[in-house]
C-alpha cells in the first residue's frame, strides 16, 4: 500500500505530476527490461531522438557483451557513452551536423551478417535527427517542407508521412540496409497512439502510408514545395517498403508510452488526495479547441454535470498542431494554456499545468507554463491582452512577462505533452 502524500500548494502539486510523468518514461527504467539476449555475433546500437543518448547509456549500462556503435540525439540532450558515439544535431528542421552523422550510421549498417543483432533506440525527434535526403533531394529541400509544415497545423502523422517518403532512411530503409542482421527496436513513443511506424517516421517498420498521401497532405496545408520535391514523389522510386522479411514480429517494442507517463501521474494524484480524471494520452486537434473544450469540462464539474469529485485533476496527453497566423512567440503548450486561461476567464479554484516531456515546448526554451485563477488579472496590470497575444500566437510572451513559463531543461526521454488542470 502506498504511503499518502500531504497536498501541497496547486502549482507544487501541478509541478509534481508533472516530474512523475517523466520519471516514468526514464530510459534506466523503462529500458532494460526490453533488452534481448546477446547475439552470436555483433552488436550495433544505432538510433535517433531526443532519448536517444540517454537509451544508449542504459543500454551500456545494462548490456552482457561488446557493444559499439553510434545514435543522434538534439542539441543539449546528450550524455557520455563509453561504447556508443553520441551525436549532436538539429530539431526539429534537420541540419548538416544530423545528415553527416546518418551517413556514418548508414555506413555501419553495411555488410552485417544473419548472426549480428542491430539495437535501434527510437524515441521522439527521431524524425529530424535521422536525415538522410532522397535521391535528387538536398537538405535545403528537405528542411523548406519541414518549417512549412510545422507551421500549417499538419499532425505529426501527416508530417511523418511526408518524412518518409522525403527519405532514404525512414520508413523502413534503414531494416532494408541492415539485412540480413536481425532489428531489435526499442522504443519510446511520442505520438498519439502509440503506432510504431509512426515514431520517428519508423526507420526499421514497414511503412502503410503512399507517396500519394504525401502529395495529397502538401496540397492540403498548401505547402509550396520545392520543384525537386513534387518530382521526387511523383517516381514510384520514392515508394517507401511495404514488408521487411528480416524484421519479424514482436520486434519492435514500446518501452515506454504517454499513458505510462499519465498512469504515474494518476498514482500520485491519488496519494495526494486528489481524483485524476483521465480524459486521454492521444489528443490531437488545435491547440486552442483542446483548450475549448477541457474548459468546458472544467465547467462540468464545477456545475455538478460531470461527477468527479473535488479536489480532482484533469489528466491529458497527445500532441495538439497550432496553424500559426501570427508572429509571436511559444510552442503547444503555451497556445493551448494562454487558450484555456481565455476560455476560464479567471475560474476560481482551477489551476493548469502545460508542457512537453521532452522540456521543450515547441522550439522555444521552457518545457511549458502554468496558470492560476488570478492570471488575467495579473496581465490586465502588466497592460498585456491574452486575447491579442493568442491571435499573435504569443503563448511565451505573455508566460514571459508574468513569470509562469516553466523551465525543466532537456529531460533526455519524450512521451509527448503533458497536461493538468487541478480543480479545488
Known amino acids: 500500500m502506498t504511503e499518502p502524500v500531504p497536498k501541497p500548494a496547486p502549482e507544487a502539486a501541478l509541478r509534481m505530476l508533472f516530474q512523475a510523468a517523466i520519471d516514468a518514461a526514464s530510459p534506466d527504467l523503462c529500458l532494460p527490461p526490453h533488452l534481448p539476449p546477446p547475439p552470436r555475433g555483433r552488436t550495433l546500437v544505432v538510433g535517433a531522438g531526443k532519448a536517444a543518448a540517454a537509451m544508449a547509456a542504459a543500454v551500456e549500462r545494462h548490456w552482457q557483451g561488446p557493444l559499439s556503435g553510434l545514435v543522434i540525439t538534439r542539441y543539449g540532450h546528450g550524455v557520455p557513452c563509453r561504447k556508443v558515439e553520441v551525436v549532436e544535431a538539429a530539431h526539429p528542421v534537420t541540419d548538416d551536423a544530423g545528415i553527416r552523422a546518418t551517413a556514418r550510421m548508414l555506413d555501419m549498417l553495411r555488410g552485417l551478417t544473419a548472426d549480428d543483432l542491430v539495437l535501434c533506440l527510437i524515441s521522439g525527434g527521431g524524425s529530424a535527427l535521422l536525415a538522410a535526403p532522397a535521391p535528387g533531394l538536398t537538405l535545403s529541400d528537405k528542411q523548406m517542407v519541414a518549417r512549412a509544415l510545422l507551421k500549417s497545423g499538419a499532425t505529426i502523422a501527416e508530417m511523418n508521412c511526408v518524412r518518409k517518403h522525403l527519405s532514404a532512411v525512414k520508413g523502413g530503409r534503414l531494416a532494408r540496409l541492415a539485412a540480413p542482421a536481425r532489428i531489435h527496436a526499442l522504443m519510446i513513443s511520442d505520438v498519439p497512439g502509440d503506432d510504431p511506424a509512426t515514431i520517428a517516421s519508423g526507420p526499421t517498420l514497414a511503412d502503410p502510408t503512399t507517396r500519394a498521401e504525401a502529395l495529397a497532405i502538401l496540397a492540403r496545408y498548401r505547402i509550396d514545395a520545392p ?198
Open 227 to 424: 520543384a525537386a520535391v513534387t518530382r521526387w514523389l511523383s517516381d514510384p522510386a520514392s515508394e517507401t517498403p511495404k514488408s521487411l522479411a528480416n524484421l519479424p514480429p514482436g520486434d519492435a517494442v514500446l518501452v515506454a508510452t504517454p499513458a505510462d507517463a499519465i498512469a504515474a501521474a494518476a498514482a500520485l494524484a491519488r496519494q495526494m488526495g486528489i481524483a485524476p480524471v483521465f480524459l486521454g494520452s492521444a489528443i490531437e486537434g488545435e491547440a486552442r479547441d483542446v483548450a475549448a473544450r477541457q474548459a468546458d469540462f472544467v465547467r462540468a464539474v464545477l456545475d455538478g454535470t460531470h461527477p468527479a469529485p473535488r479536489p480532482c485533476v484533469l489528466l491529458s496527453g497527445g500532441e495538439t498542431s497550432v496553424t500559426v497566423r501570427g508572429k509571436g512567440r511559444g510552442g503547444r503548450n503555451a497556445e493551448y494554456l494562454l487558450a484555456l486561461a481565455v476560455a476560464l476567464n479567471g475560474q476560481q479554484g482551477v489551476h493548469a499545468l502545460a508542457a512537453d516531456t521532452d522540456g521543450i515546448d515547441g522550439s522555444e526554451d521552457n518545457a511549458g507554463a502554468w496558470i492560476g485563477p488570478d492570471i488575467l488579472t495579473r496581465a490586465a496590470t502588466a497592460g498585456l491582452s491574452a486575447t491579442d497575444r493568442l491571435d499573435d500566437n504569443d503563448g511565451y510572451g505573455f508566460f514571459q512577462a508574468l513569470g509562469t513559463l516553466l523551465f525543466t531543461g532537456p529531460t533526455r526521454t519524450n512521451v509527448n505533452d503533458f497536461r493538468a488542470i487541478l480543480i479545488e
